[in-house]
C-alpha cells in the first residue's frame, strides 16, 4: 500500500471513529509505529488530523473544506451505497446536472452503463471520466478552477448552468439539518449547486449519514426544496417524520 492510499484509510477511519491509535494501524497495515507516526505527522500538519499520545483524533467537521485527493478516498463504502442507489433512479435518455463532490465521480461510474445521457458538470473530475463517451452529450460549464477541488466556479459557471433545463440535478452537501437546511462550506460551491437545483425539474441530496443533524458555514437551500434525500442506511425517525411531512422521498 502507497503512503497515500494508507493516510486515506486513516482518514476514513478518523472520520468514521473519531480516533485512530498507532499500535492499532501499525499493525492493521502492516508497517513500524515510527511509520504511522510519520503519517500522522502530515495530518496533522495538513490540518487533517490532530496527533495526540499513541495516536491521533479526527479534526473532521462540517466547515472543513478538505482537497479533492483527500475527499475522494474518504468514507469509500458509504458513497457507493449512495451512488448504487442513484443509479437506479436516473432513466436512459435523461438530461442531468451533476456537481462537483467526491461522491459525483462514484455516482457518474455507476451511470455509465445508461444510453443516451446528457450531464453537464462543474467537475473536472467527472469530465475526465466520461471522455470514452461517444454516446453521451457532456457538456461543462466553464469558469474558474478551484484550488485542490477539481471543480469549476464562479459567475460563468453560474450563468451557463441557469440557461440550460434539466430533468435531474444531483448535487452532495457538507451538512443538513431539519431547520436550517442543506448547507456547505463554500460560497463559491454554495452558488453552484443552488443554480443547479433552480434548473432541475427534480433535485437529488446524496448525503451520507454522518451529515444528518449537521450544519456547515453556508446555506445552499432549504430541505423542502429537494424531492428526493439519498443516504447510506436508514435515518432516525425524526428525519423520517420530517421528510414525510415536507413530501421528501428518502431513499436508502
Not at 104 to 127: D, G, H, M, P, Q
Not at 151 to 160: D, F, I, N, P, V
Request: with cysteine; glycine share 4%.
Amino acid at each position: 500500500m502507497l503512503a497515500i492510499e494508507r493516510r486515506r484509510e486513516i482518514l476514513s477511519r478518523l472520520a468514521l471513529e473519531g480516533k485512530v491509535i498507532v499500535s492499532e494501524l501499525a499493525k492493521d497495515f502492516d508497517v513500524t509505529e515510527e511509520t504511522i507516526r510519520r503519517d500522522l505527522d502530515k495530518l496533522d500538519k495538513e490540518g487533517l488530523a490532530s496527533k495526540t499520545y499513541g495516536g491521533a483524533v479526527s479534526r473532521q467537521n462540517p466547515l472543513l473544506d478538505l482537497p479533492y485527493k483527500i475527499r475522494i478516498g474518504v468514507n469509500v463504502e458509504q458513497k457507493q451505497k449512495i451512488s448504487d442507489t442513484i443509479a437506479s433512479l436516473v432513466e436512459d435518455g435523461e438530461r442531468i446536472m451533476l456537481d462537483a463532490s467526491s461522491t459525483a465521480i462514484y455516482i457518474v461510474k455507476k451511470l455509465k452503463n445508461k444510453k443516451n445521457l446528457t450531464v453537464i458538470t462543474n467537475s473536472v473530475e467527472v469530465l475526465l471520466e466520461l471522455a470514452d463517451k461517444p454516446d453521451w452529450t457532456v457538456l461543462s460549464t466553464g469558469g474558474v478552477l478551484k484550488e485542490g477541488a477539481l471543480s469549476l466556479t464562479g459567475s460563468s459557471a453560474e450563468k451557463m448552468i441557469a440557461s440550460y433545463h434539466v430533468d435531474t440535478a444531483i448535487c452532495s452537501c457538507k451538512g443538513i439539518d431539519t431547520e436550517f437546511g442543506v448547507t456547505e462550506s463554500s460560497e463559491k460551491d454554495s452558488l453552484i449547486k443552488q443554480a443547479m437545483f433552480a434548473s432541475a425539474e427534480r433535485c437529488i441530496l446524496a448525503a451520507d449519514s454522518e451529515k444528518f443533524d449537521r450544519k456547515s458555514f453556508v446555506r445552499v437551500c432549504r430541505m423542502s426544496d429537494v424531492d428526493i434525500l439519498v443516504t447510506d442506511e436508514r435515518p432516525a425517525d425524526k428525519w423520517a417524520d420530517f421528510c414525510r411531512n415536507n413530501n421528501i422521498r428518502i431513499v436508502y
